[in-house]
């Protein structure tokens, strides 16, 4: 079975978080949090599929570095507890807030 459907559309969003505007990834692929709080919405069972019901805010809890994948932001879902793991988007037009993902590696995060 496949774990990336490309059934969505790759649009922007604005931010339920903190409100920002939020563009899709300039290589196609799909944004799934938000660059400038780090803050997603558990909307996929595989990426872009948009098929989770659940809908709850994935807070950004913790990150850490794949040699494979590069920065991983770890988010829980604060209405189901879901852990999810989601790439990192630094090299995009608009890129994630590095800063907050440094110091989501410090202790007392998880």
Request: with cysteine; aromatic share 6%.
């Amino acid at each position: 079975m496949r774990r990336f459907t490309a059934q969505g559309t790759n649009t922007g969003f604005r931010c339920a978080h903190c409100g920002e505007p939020v563009p899709p990834l300039q290589n196609g692929s799909y944004r799934n949090h938000c660059p400038h709080c780090l803050y997603s919405r558990h909307v996929d069972v595989f990426p872009g599929d948009r098929a989770n019901p659940c809908g709850g805010p994935l807070e950004p809890v913790g990150a850490e570095h794949s040699g494979k994948k590069g920065w991983v932001i770890v988010h829980r879902c604060t209405l189901c507890g879901e852990l999810r793991r989601n790439k990192a988007a630094l090299d995009d037009a608009v890129p994630d807030d590095f800063e907050r993902l440094v110091a989501l590696t410090q202790p007392g995060q998880l």
